[in-house]
């Protein structure tokens, strides 16, 4: 069974946006907390960040440094990570997540199966 489906990823040149989205059924997590994490090659998932389930709070990892926008839309059953300013060191499996507490987000109860992102 596939709970959260993530869209959107792909090659990009450094310096440019991108944004993913990561939608859902029947309106299943509107209730959740919801956050986004990637796995680059040879290294550990990381949390990149999480929002709220009412969608106005939202935290990040270190590494972002204000480059990334979480947002959701709960009429659509939407998710989105919105990405300036890549860079190579971004290349990874983005994948979004749901669970029951935000912050702190400690780890996802339900996963999709993440999208490539890839910067040169």
């Known amino acids: 069974q596939v709970h959260l489906v993530e869209s959107g990823g792909r090659l990009v040149q450094a310096g440019e946006s991108l944004t993913l989205t990561c939608i859902y059924a029947g309106h299943t997590y509107d209730t959740y907390a919801m956050a986004w994490f990637r796995q680059a090659p040879g290294k550990e998932r990381e949390f990149v960040g999480a929002?709220?389930?009412?969608?106005?709070?939202?935290y990040y990892g270190d590494f972002v440094k204000g480059r990334f926008n979480i947002s959701r839309d709960t009429a659509k059953s939407a998710l989105y990570l919105q990405m300036n300013n890549l860079e190579p060191e971004d290349t990874a499996v983005y994948l979004c997540?749901?669970?029951?507490?935000?912050?702190?987000?400690?780890?996802?109860?339900?996963w999709g199966q993440g999208v490539q992102v890839t910067d040169y």
């Open positions: 929002i709220n389930w009412s969608g106005l709070g939202t």
């Open positions: 997540s749901a669970a029951q507490d935000y912050r702190p987000y400690k780890y996802g109860e339900v």
